[in-house]
């Protein structure tokens, strides 16, 4: 995909650690078939060839979909898949690192919590920003809280789109009006959900409406 057809609208990010790899890759088609814009294999506790491997089974799924995906962390795993792109947080390799390695055709996306970390990565040719945690997680044990009004600095600051994520579903996003993203990340809305279709429909159909699109 071209880079500046990305769409971060409903950004979906996986988690497997409560899934087969069966449930996994259902989930998946599934919400791309409910409207996902953009997926994230995120895989905290696998080596580079398991990870690897999950990516390839993703990625024949969100192809079919056209939908990009964006590998969680791990800049080998993204080229080797041929995968959209990367994202990377503070514990990763650079953002520059990753631009430099991933190429300039690639996505790279940047988890930041300051508006100083988003200029930062901004500069150092982010395309997007993780913008979060906008509420407490069970998904990401450790991660720092970031206000509402902070995603709005932030999207005031810079000039790609933010996408905000942490503990957001259908019966709390409204308290991203008027923020000023450009979408929102998911990972147990969709994730855990009994029916992932119908909730990426729902979230799909709230966010577009939230950010007036
Ligand atoms: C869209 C999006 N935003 C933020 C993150 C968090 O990335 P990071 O801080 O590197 O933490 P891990 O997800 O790697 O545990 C993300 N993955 N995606
Ligand atoms: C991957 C991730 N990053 C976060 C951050 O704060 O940077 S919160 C998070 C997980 C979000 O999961 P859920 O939608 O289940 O709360
Ligand atoms: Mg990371």
């Excluded at 500069?123 to 450790?142: H, N, R, S």
Aim: charged share 25%.
């Amino acid at each position: 995909m071209d880079r500046k057809d990305l769409d971060v609208t409903l950004y979906l990010v996986t988690d497997s650690s409560y899934h087969t790899e069966e449930s996994l890759l259902r989930t998946v088609e599934e919400a791309c078939k409910g409207g996902v814009t953009l997926v994230q294999l995120r895989e905290k506790n696998k080596g580079g060839r398991e990870y690897l491997d999950k990516a390839f089974k993703v990625k024949e799924i969100t192809d079919r979909y056209n939908v990009p995906l964006i590998i969680d962390d791990r800049v080998d795993v993204a080229l080797a898949c041929d995968a959209a792109g990367v994202h990377v947080g503070a514990s990763d390799i650079p953002v520059a690192v990753a631009r430099k390695l991933m190429g300039p055709d690639k996505i790279v996306g940047a988890t930041a919590k300051t508006v100083e970390a988003a200029v930062k990565a901004y500069e150092a040719g982010a395309d997007y920003l993780g913008v979060g945690a906008i509420y407490p997680t069970t998904t990401k044990v450790v991660t720092i809280l970031t206000k509402v009004s902070t995603l709005k600095d932030i999207c005031e600051a810079v000039p790609i789109p933010a996408v905000a994520i942490g503990g957001l579903n259908a019966g709390n996003m409204d308290v991203l009006e008027g923020a000023g993203m450009s979408g929102m990340a998911v990972v147990s809305a969709i994730m855990k959900a009994e029916d992932p279709r119908k909730n990426a429909q729902e979230l799909k159909q709230k966010i577009v409406a939230l950010m007036g699109k």
